[in-house]
């Protein structure tokens, strides 16, 4: 099995939820509005024997012209066509917004992996489309709606016999987590539930989840388990540690 982080770089985000991005070497953090995080937004490709996995697909962040993310992965060697899951841990803009591709002409939305099939929980596709959140791109997710490839998640499962699902809900209402156990390996994905590694060795509610507490103790439940089971974590967020 072998990972590969994608990142589109670090960006800070306060109360308008809008991403900036932020330039490690140059930017300031006390010259942004007060409050601002500051994050990594960084999906995750994953490939194991079967399929090449992508892990949440970022902002969508474009430079030049083209779609950062794409450009991250042509770096690795492949294209767009290459993977064959999408999984997603909740549908966000910072997590959802390279699923799709607009068409420059007709201005309308499609998905940006022709092969893939796309993963997502059933109730948090609904969340996204019929409630009014600032969190969510709704024109852009509405074609996930009754598409062929895209598989509606109940609320714990297993996928093709190696990658376990389950419902977590802790930052988004119907939040998901993933597990993919290869030759003895364990690698967790927990969306935002396990942003940073920091947040797994700490003890605290943040003020941006949908259910702090919830969100807490899955963090301390998963670090526990993680150090007994030798997983590997893959942080989204994370400033500097991918893969912990
Ligand atoms: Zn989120």
Do not use: C
Request: proline residues 3%; aromatic residues 12%; without cysteine.
């Amino acid at each position: 099995m072998k990972i590969i982080p994608l990142s589109e770089g670090a960006f800070t985000i306060d109360q308008t939820k809008v991403f900036v991005p932020f330039d490690i070497a140059k930017d300031k953090l006390q010259e942004r509005p007060r409050g601002s995080l500051l994050v990594e937004i960084q999906p995750f490709l994953v490939v194991t024997q079967n399929d090449v996995i992508l892990l949440d697909t970022g902002l969508g962040f474009m430079s030049n012209g083209v779609m950062q993310l794409h450009e991250n992965l042509a770096l690795y060697g492949f294209s767009t066509n290459d993977i064959t899951k999408v999984l997603m841990s909740h549908l966000h803009r910072d997590h959802s917004g390279g699923l799709t591709l607009e068409d420059p002409y007709h201005h309308t939305w499609h998905l940006g992996f022709s092969n893939a099939t796309v993963y997502v929980h059933h109730k948090e596709l609904d969340f996204a489309l019929y409630t009014q959140n600032a969190s969510y791109d709704s024109e852009r997710l509405k074609i996930l709606a009754h598409n062929d490839k895209v598989v509606l998640l109940n609320d714990e499962g297993i996928i093709d016999g190696y990658i376990h699902h389950q419902f977590s809900g802790g930052h988004s209402p119907f939040h998901q987590v993933f597990w993919i156990h290869e030759d003895k390996k364990i690698v967790f994905f927990g969306g935002d539930e396990a942003p940073q590694l920091h947040q797994m060795k700490t003890k605290f509610v943040t003020k941006y989840d949908h259910d702090g507490k919830r969100a807490m103790e899955l963090r301390q439940q998963w670090w526990n388990q993680a150090n007994n089971q030798n997983w590997r974590i893959l942080f989204y967020h994370d400033i500097g540690t991918p893969i912990g």
